[in-house]
């Protein structure tokens, strides 16, 4: 064996039931059947007199937040969603994402001043389906991890 020290313990490994999206009150978003952060960052590319090597430096960072909920109720994100098409602007949202550990650690991620971006659903039907709505933000603000997961 290659590797004698694995630098985790698969047993402390996580799914989504240890996962959970709130609001700006920490209200949990129950609806929700997943949701997905993710960091784009995008560089500068520049190549110097000299060299044939293309090099990059550090220019902007993105972040999205996908969400993707279960049609029970007309809830806050689609409310949302509604107020925006009527009203012609975007509400400023914020969440906060909680992975739980094993041993009661927890990761909590802080996303401030998203609003929606790209396409978001009102009514998404399919026959013999759950009916779900996903809805697309961008994240302005500030991003904190509030407190970190650990075994």
Same mark, same amino acid.
């Given at each position: ?64 937040? +996908?969400? $993707?909920?279960?049609? &029970?109720?007309?809830? =806050? ?7 925006? #098409?009527? *009203? ?14 094993? +041993?009661? $650690?927890?990761?909590? &991620?802080?996303?401030? =001043? ?7 659903? #009102?009514? *998404? ?14 994240? +302005? ?11």
């Amino acid at each position: 064996m290659l590797n004698k020290s694995a630098a985790t313990d698969a047993r402390h490994s996580r799914s989504g039931k240890d996962a959970m999206l709130y609001n700006s009150s920490g209200k949990p978003f129950a609806q929700v059947e997943s949701f997905t952060t993710k960091g784009s960052f995008n560089n500068y590319k520049y190549a110097p007199l000299g060299q044939n090597r293309e090099l990059e430096v550090n220019g902007t960072v993105g972040v999205t937040v +996908n969400i $993707s909920e279960i049609v &029970v109720l007309d809830g =806050e994100l689609f409310n949302a969603v509604i107020n925006a #098409i009527a *009203n012609g602007e975007s509400p400023v949202l914020m969440f906060t994402g909680v992975i739980e550990g094993r +041993n009661g $650690s927890q990761e909590r &991620v802080t996303y401030r =001043e998203c609003i929606l971006s790209g396409d978001s659903d #009102i009514q *998404n039907v399919a026959t013999g389906d759950v009916l779900k709505r996903s809805f697309a933000l961008h994240c +302005n603000g500030k991003v904190e991890n509030k407190s970190k997961l650990t075994i």
